[in-house]
């Protein structure tokens, strides 16, 4: 049983519109999430962090938007560029000091030039 | 800095064969982690250390899997005897401690398995 769900795993956006990337969470005690982005062939990097005493964090292009009474966040990038096409994970753990962080199966990301 | 290398990037073998994966931490980390991505259940932390020490070894799938970490700047997964349903890329990444925030995690590239 997922944890942590990323339901779309794939979206294709056109250059310089809005891309928003969904992730949903069922443990009620997770409050500290973040966004990595994987290239083929390459590890995981990471994004960007929100913790829970936030409901918006924001880096350039890219904002992460928590919403825990619904047990939802999600990540925008504005303008999409076509080299944000990547496989985007969510992952959630029980504290920012904690290391078993719980990862969502990832979400395709696709920006048409 | 050289990063988080992991060897083989690919590897093929036959059901029934020993598998052995190699990590490389970046130097001065004193965590390592494995991970293993599959279609079905995306990135599953598998086991990790603190200075060389299995800390969490929950996420082993089962006795087939092995990891050990011999010194501060190797450690090893082995799957004997290997099944096609641990056909996955597995991933190495380390930390250094005293960083609360999860992003200072590096992953390495992930070794490729497929067993036949």
């Known amino acids: 049983d997922q944890q942590v769900k990323q339901n779309s795993p794939s979206l294709s956006v056109q250059e310089g519109r809005i891309s928003i990337l969904n992730c949903d969470y069922t443990?009620?005690?997770?409050?500290?999430f973040l966004w990595y982005k994987k290239y083929p062939a390459e590890g995981p990097t990471f994004l960007i962090s929100i913790s829970s005493i936030k409901d918006k964090n924001e880096d350039g292009r890219f904002t992460v938007f928590l919403n825990k009474s619904a047990k939802h966040l999600s990540l925008h990038i504005v303008p999409s560029q076509p080299g944000d096409s990547a496989v985007y994970f969510c992952a959630a753990s029980e504290d920012n000091y904690g290391q078993n962080f719980v990862f969502g199966p990832g979400t395709r990301l696709s920006v048409l030039p | 800095d050289a990063g988080v290398i992991q060897s083989p990037r690919h590897e093929v073998t036959e059901m029934g064969q020993e598998v052995t994966l190699r990590c490389k931490p970046i130097?001065?980390?004193?965590?390592l982690f494995w991970y293993r991505q599959t279609m079905m259940r995306g990135l599953e932390l598998l086991i990790y250390?603190?200075?060389?020490?299995?800390?969490?070894d929950s996420g082993m799938p089962e006795d087939r899997f092995s990891a050990k970490m011999p010194n501060a700047s190797f450690s090893t997964l082995k799957i004997q005897p290997s099944e096609p349903r641990d056909s996955a890329v597995y991933f190495c990444?380390?930390?250094?401690?005293?960083?609360?925030?999860?992003?200072?995690?590096?992953f390495g590239p992930g070794t490729r398995l497929l067993v036949l």
């Open positions: 250390f603190n200075n060389n020490v299995p800390i969490d």
């Open positions: 130097s001065g980390h004193d965590y």
């Open positions: 443990n009620s005690m997770f409050d500290y």
């Open positions: 990444a380390s930390r250094r401690s005293g960083t609360p925030n999860q992003e200072t995690q590096y």
